[in-house]
């Protein structure tokens, strides 16, 4: 286990998690419950955007890392830097035009601010995510997990400062994350291609030998879908401020998921390209049983008090302390179904992975159109539910088969 990397992971989801427990409810007192509500959409719309990452993260690091073994990383990291970028221009692009547009008329002049805003920070944070990538990939996650850990205290830092000494309102909230998003992608850019004029190794043909990509996005994509589609759902058929409880709640669960992402960057290069792959493997497994999965299945016997503790908002316990507890059995599961997913994609069974997630969005959807109306956000926890119980023995059943 690469401890260095892995300590320096879970520093960064440490800070990061510690942010949301102490400045959240700040947020929430200084904004308000309506320009909150404005905030949470933004996050919303940001959220399925940079999961966009989920989808091309882990082909990104798997190249990276194949090719620092005998290719040319450089040439992998600007690949997919263009497609990053690009990828990025596009959304900015579409949803100013979308901003713009007649159907935006009635809105409030704050929430389109702030969703312009949301947008600036999406552009140049999420070009950052290729730089990301392929540190992990190169095996730098301490260089890049630190980076982080700064560049989000200060983002904070910002936010706070202009709420507090101005105005609070959704768009001053955005506009440093924005300023401060552009400044940490314009420095990592820079050093990233430092960094790859030393790792270059011998052959660079190598990483023309590239993993077929269109049946992993095909995967990943509807991954990508099925874990955004709760609050795509529950943000058009629920009022404002009761989607604005449920978003609270979406935070706690995607901080665990997010808990997941350390160790699998730390091990991902080893279990798809290196030779102790089974080892790596079997870590993986201990790591997410033991300190993930139970850990979700003990706060499952008590939501409520988890949520008062946090929030000491009685109306948010009373709403969301069930739809939790179906969450956070949703993370335990996904979290035991983390190895066998790995073991999937160092095979290439793309097809096996796409079949599951294409089954979880249809039955998330199905649940959540059929029930939302009687169950409210207790549909959204069904759905999460589902979606875990499904990838655990889809993907274990499949993993089996693998040959050894």
């Not at 990104?60 to 497609?83: C, M, N, S, Y």
């Not at 400044?183 to 004029?197: K, P, S």
């Not at 609050?231 to 979406?250: C, D, K, M, N, Q």
């Not at 699998?264 to 497994?285: C, N």
């Amino acid at each position: 286990m690469p401890l260095g990397a892995l300590s320096s992971g879970y520093l960064y989801l440490g800070v990061a998690g510690l942010a949301n427990l102490l400045l959240v409810p700040l947020y929430l007192r200084l904004l308000g419950p309506l320009a909150w509500g404005d905030v949470a959409l933004c996050l919303t719309v940001q959220g399925v955007l940079f999961g966009i990452d989920a989808v091309l993260g882990p082909l990104l690091i798997r190249e990276v890392a194949r090719a620092a073994a005998g290719g040319d990383p450089q040439r992998v990291h600007r690949r997919f830097l263009r497609l990053y970028g690009g990828i990025a221009l596009a959304c900015f692009a579409l949803g100013q035009l979308a901003l713009a547009s007649p159907l935006m008329a009635g809105a409030r002049e704050e929430l389109i601010w702030s969703g312009r805003l949301a947008l600036l920070q999406f552009l140049f944070q999420f070009a950052n995510f290729a730089v990301l990538g392929t540190w992990h990939g190169l095996q730098r996650q301490v260089q890049a997990n630190l980076r982080q850990v700064g560049f989000l205290l200060l983002k904070h830092a910002a936010a706070l400062g202009v709420l507090t000494l101005s105005d609070a309102d959704a768009a001053r909230y955005f506009l440093p994350f924005a300023l401060i998003s552009a400044l940490e992608f314009g420095l990592n850019a820079a050093r990233i291609e430092r960094d790859l004029r030393v790792a270059r190794a011998g052959d660079p043909t190598a990483d023309a030998r590239r993993t077929p990509e269109a049946l992993f996005l095909l995967a990943a994509g509807l991954g990508l879908l099925s874990a955004q589609v709760d609050r795509i759902v529950l943000s058009v058929h629920l009022p404002a401020e009761t989607f604005g409880r449920y978003f609270l709640l979406g935070i706690v669960l995607l901080s665990l998921l997010h808990l997941q992402m350390p160790v699998q960057r730390a091990l991902l290069p080893r279990i798809v390209a290196g030779p102790d792959a089974a080892a790596a493997l079997r870590s993986l497994q201990l790591w997410m049983a033991g300190f993930l999965a139970l850990p979700c299945l003990l706060a499952a016997l008590a939501p409520g008090p988890l949520l008062a503790l946090w929030l000491q908002d009685a109306a948010v316990v009373a709403a969301g302390s069930d739809p939790l507890r179906l969450m956070l059995i949703a993370a335990a599961c996904l979290a035991l179904a983390a190895p066998a997913q790995a073991a999937l994609l160092r095979a290439g069974r793309f097809g096996v992975m796409a079949s599951l997630n294409g089954l979880v969005l249809l039955l998330q959807l199905g649940l959540l159109l059929g029930l939302l109306p009687q169950l409210g956000m207790l549909a959204g926890g069904l759905s999460w539910l589902a979606a875990g119980a499904i990838l655990l023995i889809g993907s274990t059943l499949a993993a089996r088969r693998l040959p050894d």
